[in-house]
């Protein structure tokens, strides 16, 4: 299963952020991060971030199995895309809920509408 969401005027680092605390309160443990900001080429003080954040199991029998993982890319002002990539075997679809639940309560507004 995967969550694709496209956000204006929302703070990459703010999401990244976010977006751990969210799912680590589904008993899950961060594999990676990384957030990583690049200048833009126009204009020096102007970054574009991409980031990547993977969960995994702390559950016996299945430790270190990636749960989610997801990308975050995006401008300090502008859009910023995020692709959830969810293990629908080992993170349950009442998960995915509660986490879809989060992000629209804080970022919804922010959150572009499909054509």
Known sequence: ?????????????????EIKDFVQKQDVVIGEAKLVAYSMPSDSSSFIYRGTIT????????????????????LDKGETKLIIDINEELFPSEKVSRLQEDLDFFFGSYEEEDD
Request: no cysteine.
């Open 1 to 17: 299963m995967q969550i694709r969401k496209v956000y204006q005027e929302v703070n990459p680092g703010l999401l990244y952020d």
């Open 55 to 74: 969960f995994k199991s702390v559950r016996e029998g299945e430790e270190g199995k990636e749960y989610l993982r997801a990308h975050i890319v995006g």
